[in-house]
């Protein structure tokens, strides 16, 4: 890959500067894998148990249904799932309050 860029830098299509940031810019991970943890601080048997249902991080695509009918249901593109999934590995998710403590996530 970075041959192909510095010729490319050789035949002047792309400037120098170009070629650095294609080659040592951070790329966005794809996100595969969806880990959930909720602690319902009232209801520790629930908590366990739902716990317990997710215990092994579960493959992004069965997420899909669930957040394409949410975006439709907020009247935005259901398209966007494909940027979800192209940049979102990496990223965590944490929903606090006074009764319940949520944990997402994206691998």
């Known amino acids: 890959m970075s041959k192909k860029i510095l010729q490319m830098v050789r035949e002047s299509k792309i ?4 070629a650095y ?3 040592y810019e951070e790329k966005p991970s794809k996100g595969k894998y969806v880990q959930l943890r909720i602690n319902i601080k009232e209801n520790k048997v629930t908590s366990k148990f739902i716990n ?6 579960v493959p992004i695509w069965v997420a899909k249904p ?10 935005l593109d259901p398209n ?3 940027v979800i999934k192209d940049y979102s590995g990496g ?6 309050n006074d009764e319940v403590k ?3 996530r994206i691998i």
Do not use: M, Q, W
């Open 15 to 18: 400037t120098a500067n170009e």
């Open 21 to 23: 940031k294609r080659i």
């Open 52 to 57: 317990a249902l997710f215990f092994v991080p």
């Open 66 to 75: 669930f957040i394409i009918k949410g975006l439709k249901k907020h009247n």
């Open 80 to 82: 966007i799932y494909d």
């Open 91 to 96: 990223t965590k998710i944490i929903v606090s």
């Open 102 to 104: 949520i944990r997402v």
